[in-house]
């Protein structure tokens, strides 16, 4: 039975790549990981904002 400890995660997704992947490769992978599980557990602590406010923010002023 496998855990979802960061080690295990890790392992998982090097396994993922192919032989030929490079360290940055592997950076990637697991920053990207690392980033989205921050942002579910945003989501989960309810730390969001909604998407009307962020189109209001950065929306483009017509011409």
């Known amino acids: 039975m496998s855990s979802n400890t960061p080690k295990n995660v890790a392992n998982e997704l090097i396994n993922s790549l192919p032989d030929e992947a490079t360290w940055d490769d592997v950076i990637y992978e697991i920053i990207t990981r ?17 998407v009307e406010d962020v189109i209001k923010e ?3 002023a017509e011409r």
């Open 34 to 50: 690392r980033e989205i599980d921050l942002g579910l557990e945003d989501s989960d602590a309810n730390r969001i904002t909604p």
């Open 58 to 60: 950065f929306s483009v």
